[in-house]
């Protein structure tokens, strides 16, 4: 916790923090943690992170969470992993397993042929359910979530299989704001016959902002407040201005 001299010093400190996200925290709980160790007045972010994932996450500071705006519509890419042959109802690996089919017919290059079809334009369902850690419970807990049910109108980028080791695919993907790493999963899944479910997902970049340009979560909640201070991105320099 802050003492006097540090809250001084942050309490009109605007601008983004880069934090590199672990997996299995939710993005929310790290605000509520870095705004609470460091007595920060006000706070936003920018862009979401599903609890599973891990990567950068955009803290905004003080006059800083006017940037939320842009970056929550900010391009992002991510790297990943998915397991072809199993169905869960979050899908993603956390979840409950709906079904086990077997993938051995899916090939390197009827996989390259099916992923053409998910770049571009693409309809996607965002997931009904997510799986969430609970303070005090061991296990992930399923929870339905507010953005199921309604099909959105969603662009890829990029999306490449980065290796082929069946059950599991890696793979890169750029993309727009509202595409779900898990319905590409399941979607993919779907049009090779087989399922699929999201094993692993880290987001490398946001707009402009990069992953190794972060600090990690649990390393910045060690630093004092000039250190953080010193990790703070000028609010004209966030903007891009």
Not at 104 to 119: I, N, P
Not at 197 to 219: H, I, N, Q, W
């Amino acid at each position: 916790m802050a003492n006097l001299a540090s809250i001084s010093m942050l309490a009109e400190v605007d601008g983004a923090v880069l934090v590199d996200k672990p997996a299995g925290l939710a993005a929310h709980d790290v605000e509520r943690a870095v705004k609470a160790h460091f007595n920060l007045v006000k706070t936003a972010h920018g862009a979401m992170l599903d609890p599973g994932a891990s990567g950068l996450f955009v803290l905004l500071l003080g006059d800083g969470t006017k940037l939320a705006e842009s970056l929550l519509g900010a391009d992002s890419a991510y790297v990943g992993r998915m397991r072809l042959g199993r169905e869960t109802d979050t899908c993603d690996a956390h979840g409950n397993v709906l079904a086990e089919k077997d993938c051995s017919g899916v090939t390197r290059e009827r996989l390259d042929a099916v992923l053409k079809d998910f770049r571009g334009d693409i309809y996607q369902t965002p997931p009904a359910f997510s799986a969430v850690r609970i303070a005090g419970r061991p296990n992930w807990e399923v929870v339905k979530t507010d953005k199921g049910g309604g099909e959105r109108l969603v662009h890829v980028y990029r999306l490449t299989a980065t290796a082929f080791e069946p059950p599991f695919v890696s793979f890169e993907l750029s993309c727009t704001k509202g595409v779900s790493a898990r319905a590409l999963a399941h979607d993919l899944g779907q049009a090779l016959g087989c399922g699929a479910s999201l094993e692993e997902l880290r987001r490398v970049k946001c707009g402009k902002f990069k992953v190794e340009d972060a600090t990690p979560f649990m390393d910045l909640v060690q630093l004092d407040a000039v250190a953080f201070k010193s990790r703070v991105i000028s609010v004209f320099e966030a903007s891009g201005r």
